[in-house]
């Protein structure tokens, strides 16, 4: 008699092997990423020690100037996990450097489009509401950035062409090189040479572009022998599809990282402006160092499926749909019940102002929702990546998140006025809970099958013949 195979057994198995290919990816990224966000929690901690108006202006200049633009071009180069997962798994592996190429040219221009932002923050942020002296403060930090904005046009691209090919390693490896650099850059910087929080600014321009030189060197230095075969006249061609892809995936995935970055404008113009800023900047300061877990699955669940797709697998990519979200959540479940159990000493990491300490634990409860929802909706972000549904999730975000959730935040305050808990509240429950809710059932309702074909079509469709590239520089 044959040996009777037990069906829970068989799922257990199965299971496993998938964790193990969606670690692959995601462990790395996490350490990747949560080392790279580290570095901006460094920056707001030794300037969260030269008083409350540094720590708002930093706080302000990267969490919302910069952070306006980072959300952009993150999306924008998310593009890449698209067309270089889906051509992965197509084993159609030279045109993974033709499309870093392309991401290269598009983000590079739209870094210089984006220059006004960081030459016009003063007046725009006093227009907003800001306090002149955090403004004026937060105007000139944003200047000092302006170099860290250019190195996410390459490093991006960059991450998400290794990450496609599992070369996850070293992007973990060279962001532990940029930790390290920012500590020492910022203690040399702020204390040393007391620069003050422009001190702050240098160290992280530093840290991002040492990011840069770490993948690129790898990338063309010859281990990435299949990928990346030279630089190519390939890389012109189809510009404008390409962009129109990359703008639909920066506006999918900014549309939320804008989202909070409001958050923290309105909450500008709160009573206590300062401490009610200082605040929330720590709250999302926390919530982002926490999203970088399930961002990670966002890259790794977008990696799995669309290499899936592109070889035709549709049950393998749903299958690693599955795997991801009950991952990631119960990781976001467990970090919740550590906020909450920490609640009156989070703020400590930042600042020693016992104002700013009991408004953060006010916040805390609010934090662990938006932690427990957030190690869900990325995921399935991920999965719109994957499978090239950029355009309908951003329509999506846009709905969810200006038609309904900041409506429903400038209502609980300047209708209730229940404060930034208020604020926060609504925008978290209004737009982000409603968004999730939809991309849950888009997920459940897919047909995996037909989006094998229709990945395999778009290989078909996106690739060209090696023979006819012509490389301008091996």
């Known amino acids: 008699m044959g040996s009777v195979i037990n069906p829970r057994e068989d799922f257990m198995s199965k299971f496993w092997v998938e964790t193990q290919k969606l670690w692959l990816i995601v462990g790395p990224s996490i350490f990747s990423r949560v080392s790279n966000y580290t570095m901006n929690i460094i920056t707001q901690a030794f300037a969260g020690r030269l008083g409350d108006v540094p720590l708002a202006s930093i706080s302000i200049a990267n969490t919302v100037l910069v952070g306006f633009n980072f959300g952009l071009l993150l999306g924008m180069a998310s593009a890449l996990e698209t067309l270089c997962g889906q051509a992965y798994g197509a084993k159609r592996y030279h045109m993974l450097g033709i499309y870093l190429q392309r991401s290269w040219v598009v983000l590079s221009l739209c870094c210089f489009l984006l220059l006004p932002v960081y030459f016009y923050a003063t007046p725009v942020l006093k227009l907003l509401g800001q306090a002149d002296d955090v403004a004026e403060q937060s105007g000139v930090v944003a200047l000092w950035l302006i170099p860290l904005h250019f190195s996410f046009a390459f490093q991006f691209p960059l991450q998400r ?7 996850t390693q070293v992007i973990a490896w060279v962001s532990f090189i940029g930790l390290a650099m920012n500590i020492l850059a910022s203690w040399v910087f702020i204390y040393v040479l007391e620069f003050g929080v422009t001190g702050a600014a240098i160290a992280l321009d530093i840290s991002w572009w040492v990011l840069v030189l770490g993948l690129y060197t790898y990338t063309v230095g010859g281990w990435c022998p299949l990928t990346w075969t030279g630089f ?7 510009l404008w599809d390409f962009t129109k892809l990359s703008i639909s995936a920066g506006f999918m995935l900014c549309s939320e990282n804008w989202y909070y970055r409001i958050l923290v404008l309105m909450t500008g113009k709160l009573k206590d402006a300062t401490t009610a800023v200082d605040a929330l900047s720590i709250c999302m300061s926390i919530n982002g160092w926490e999203m970088m877990v399930p961002l990670a699955f966002f890259a790794g669940i977008g990696v799995r499926v669309a290499n899936e797709l592109g070889a035709g697998n549709g049950k393998e990519a ?58 869900i909706q990325p995921v399935l972000s991920g999965v719109a990546v994957g499978s090239g549904w950029q355009s309908w999730v951003a329509y999506i975000n846009l709905g969810c998140y200006y038609l309904i959730g900041l409506p429903l935040g400038f209502l609980m305050e300047w209708v209730f006025h229940s404060g930034v808990l208020g604020i926060w509240g609504g925008m978290i429950f209004g737009g982000t809970a409603v968004q999730t809710i939809i991309l849950v059932i888009i997920t459940m309702r897919t047909n995996w099958d037909h989006e094998a074909q229709k990945a395999q079509e778009h290989v078909e469709e996106w690739s060209s013949p090696q023979e006819n590239e012509k490389p301008l520089l091996a």
Not at 161 to 167: G, I, N, V
Not at 232 to 238: P, W, Y
Not at 334 to 345: A, L, N, R, S, T
Not at 362 to 371: F, K, P
Request: a positive charge.
């Open 161 to 167: 062409f290794l990450q496609c090919q599992l070369k």
């Open 232 to 238: 190519s006249f390939q890389a012109f061609n189809g």
């Open 318 to 375: 749903k299958f690693a749909t599955i795997v991801s979200v009950v991952q990631s959540t119960v990781i976001g479940a467990v970090i919740c019940v550590v906020i909450m159990i920490f609640h009156d000493k989070i703020a400590f990491i930042f600042t020693d102002s016992s104002s700013v300490v009991k408004a953060v634990d006010s916040l805390s409860s609010l934090l662990a929702v938006t932690i427990l929802l957030n190690s």
